[in-house]
């Protein structure tokens, strides 16, 4: 696999002195190369209280993982000929017709103007995040769209039971866009719409079309938006570093009000951009996919080129990334994973080629091509500060390769 084997060590390292400083209760850990495992570790607690060691077994919030999950459904779907990717979203959802864009806004009492959208949301502007669609929630989009948002009872779809997906786009469809689509890449709801369209297209909800198309095909015998009664012991705590320096278990609602508890609990609305929850090798087995070029131990669920295509950068030159969150220079973003790129792979010590992304409880993945490598860190934090976490395991992945 070369690996140098000592200096692989060194993720421990890393990992151990994050939980010493109180920074995460426990990680799993997986590196992968040309297929086989390399490194596969478990850290610290799943739980505090009870000091219930992590396994490698345990189930996690992926949250964004979701995204890539639901851009491989969409795909396939678009090689079965059910759309094209730069159709109006109105044509299978006419509620987003007629759009309008934040003018003006009044922070003290969240009132605002708007103007008409110069076009229509295209489906590329989903995958690619260019919809001008946000998110609900502070750190992740900026402050008149929280309370746009909030007034409207947009929600970010994790643990939510009051609503249907299409109810909650049809609401979605009534406030306005941040921007005009195509201007600039604002992370955010798109990929909820995408997979309300997912279930249009397929005729199936996304539990059933992604349990029978993707989970069973790729063998993740371990990833759910609810999670089975006899798992519900291995779902990992979430925790939150303190002010005073301690760390502690959220027992309290988080995003929306949701019980942390949530991928135990039914749900009536399937987040296509945040509802999942697995394993870490669960998600090794999706990544592979990709690396593969769409293909898993002789099962295709994609063609070659149609995995080129969602790796290749779709943002044209001159759309930039919204302010929040901050993304790294020369950002580019492909079909549902950020990308490194030649413009810039100075920046990380990923290949030229490599696909990427976060999840909100500080889940971390990167897939590099070229290395056919896979490095997975999955942690459960809450409105944590640490998120150069990501980059720090990226770097002592790949400072132990010898060639």
């Given at each position: ?6 200096r692989?060590t060194r993720i421990?390292?890393f ?6 400083q ?14 086989e495992?390399?490194?596969n570790?478990?850290f610290g607690y799943?739980?505090l209280p009870?000091?219930?060691l992590t396994?490698s077994d ?18 396939m ?15 299978y959802?006419?509620a987003?017709k007629?759009m ?6 009044n922070?003290?009492d ?6 008409p959208?110069?076009?229509e ?6 995958f690619r995040?260019?919809?001008?669609l ?5 750190y992740?989009s900026e402050d008149?769209m929280?309370a746009i948002?909030?007034?409207a009872g947009?929600?970010l779809?994790?643990g939510?039971?009051e ?5 909650h ?5 009534k406030?306005?866009?941040?921007h005009?689509p ?7 709801l798109s ?6 369209l997912?279930e ?5 909800s996304l539990?059933?079309l992604?349990?029978q198309?993707?989970?069973?095909p ?5 990833t759910y938006?609810?999670i089975p009664a ?7 705590s979430i925790?939150?570093?303190m ?5 502690a ?14 991928p135990n609990?039914?749900?009536?609305f399937?987040?296509?951009?945040a509802g ?8 090794a ?6 690396l593969?070029?769409?293909?898993y131990?002789?099962?295709r ?6 995995v080129?295509?969602m ?6 030159e001159?759309?930039?990334a ?7 220079a020369d950002?580019a973003?492909g ?6 790129t030649?413009?810039?792979?100075y920046v ?6 490599s ?9 971390h993945?990167f897939a ?14 809450y409105f944590?500060?640490?998120w150069s976490?990501?980059?720090?395991f ?10």
């Amino acid at each position: 696999m070369k690996f140098d084997q000592n200096r692989l060590t060194r993720i421990d390292q890393f990992i151990n002195d994050h939980i010493t400083q109180n920074h995460i209760a426990g990680a799993n850990v997986l590196v992968m190369r040309n297929g086989e495992v390399a490194y596969n570790k478990s850290f610290g607690y799943a739980d505090l209280p009870t000091k219930r060691l992590t396994k490698s077994d345990d189930i996690f919030r992926i949250a964004s993982f979701t995204k890539a999950v639901t851009s491989l459904a969409a795909m396939m779907l678009w090689e079965e000929g059910k759309f094209l990717l730069d159709e109006p979203v109105s044509k299978y959802l006419p509620a987003f017709k007629d759009m309008a864009v934040v003018d003006t806004f009044n922070p003290e009492d969240s009132s605002y103007t708007t103007k008409p959208a110069n076009r229509e949301i295209t489906i590329r502007d989903l995958f690619r995040h260019t919809s001008g669609l946000a998110y609900p929630i502070p750190y992740l989009s900026e402050d008149k769209m929280v309370a746009i948002y909030s007034k409207a009872g947009i929600r970010l779809g994790m643990g939510t039971t009051e609503i249907t997906n299409l109810q909650h786009m049809e609401m979605l469809a009534k406030v306005p866009l941040l921007h005009q689509p195509g201007e600039h890449f604002t992370y955010g709801l798109s990929t909820d719409l995408l997979g309300y369209l997912v279930e249009t297209w397929s005729g199936q909800s996304l539990p059933d079309l992604y349990q029978q198309r993707i989970f069973q095909p790729l063998e993740m015998n371990d990833t759910y938006f609810t999670i089975p009664a006899g798992k519900h012991h291995r779902l990992v705590s979430i925790h939150q570093p303190m002010e005073d320096g301690g760390i502690a278990k959220v027992e309290y609602p988080i995003f929306d009000g949701a019980d942390p508890s949530y991928p135990n609990q039914p749900s009536t609305f399937f987040s296509g951009g945040a509802g999942l929850s697995g394993t870490i090798e669960d998600y090794a087995k999706f990544l592979t996919l990709f690396l593969n070029k769409g293909i898993y131990k002789d099962k295709r669920l994609l063609s070659p080129k149609t995995v080129a295509l969602m790796l290749s950068n779709q943002l044209p030159e001159g759309v930039t990334a919204s302010p929040v969150p901050q993304m790294t220079a020369d950002f580019a973003f492909g079909l549902g994973f950020a990308l490194e790129t030649d413009k810039n792979d100075y920046v990380l010590p990923l290949s030229s080629g490599s696909f990427s992304w976060d999840g909100a409880f500080h889940t971390h993945y990167f897939a590099d091509p070229k290395e056919q490598m896979i490095g997975i860190m999955l942690t459960q934090q809450y409105f944590s500060p640490y998120w150069s976490l990501r980059e720090t395991f990226q770097n002592v992945v790949y400072q132990a390769l010898v060639d």
